[in-house]
């Protein structure tokens, strides 16, 4: 099946630094991505929209400078966490929407841990 | 706004009990659903879709059934098995012409633990 992998699979950083999440799709090519945060027994919620080649969609609330992304190629995508905080500690989720299928398959996540 | 919901947060079942987890949604555009297991720590896992000319869908031990009437989707797992054990989410896409085609909308989750 479709693998969705993420780099690192937990961090944890000062307040003020700067993290950078990879996303990539190992085995299809993945012309949109997705970034998503979930905090504790709760669902996943949509952060914003990664599309090869042209600048990412934000959804509402969320801070575009906060939140760089970068979707490079058709299997990367990348978040940066700029300036973080502590109230940015949360599991981050990427999902490559498989161009063919439409179907999203999600990486494993990350855990960002900030002090 | 428009949202995916469950009716139950918690199932307990016990092992080689059918399960069925229910989903109600309120986006009439949403022509798409899926359901996806995650396990504590890790990213959710696609376990079966469908789309909305269909009513049901079948699965290895899984059924997905779709009631547009009602906006109810529910999910069925068959002998349900101590590693069934996690939070399943149902989710909903727009089709096209819709506002937010292709994003994902995720139900609240419902925590199914399965008792050997």
């Known amino acids: 099946g479709a693998v969705v992998s993420q780099h690192p699979s937990w961090v944890i950083c000062k307040s003020g630094t700067s993290v950078k999440i990879e996303c990539r799709s190992l085995d299809f090519q993945a012309t949109t991505m997705f970034w998503y945060r979930q905090f504790p027994k709760q669902s996943l919620m949509l952060m914003a929209t990664s599309n090869e080649g042209s600048k990412a969609t934000y959804e509402q609330g969320v801070e575009k400078d906060k939140f760089l992304i970068n979707h490079a190629s058709l299997t990367l995508s990348t978040l940066t966490v700029t300036s973080a905080h502590p109230e940015d500690s949360s599991f981050y989720i990427c999902s490559a929407e498989d161009s063919f299928t439409d179907t999203q398959y999600f990486g494993p996540g990350t855990r960002l841990t900030v002090l | 706004g428009e949202s995916v919901g469950l009716h139950l947060p918690t199932l307990s079942v016990q092992e080689g009990d059918n399960s069925i987890i229910n989903c109600a949604y309120s986006n009439s555009a949403s022509d798409y659903f899926i359901w996806y297991k995650q396990e504590s720590g890790k990213g959710p896992q696609f376990i079966i879709d469908?789309?909305?000319?269909?009513d049901k869908r079948q699965g290895q031990r899984v059924t997905v059934l779709l009631n547009k009437t009602v906006k109810h989707l529910s999910l069925q797992i068959a002998a349900t098995q101590p590693g069934d054990s996690a939070v399943y989410f149902c989710a909903e896409k727009e089709g096209t012409g819709g506002t937010s085609y292709g994003k994902l909308t995720f139900g609240q989750g419902t925590i199914l633990t399965v008792h050997p």
């Open positions: 469908i789309r909305s000319n269909m």
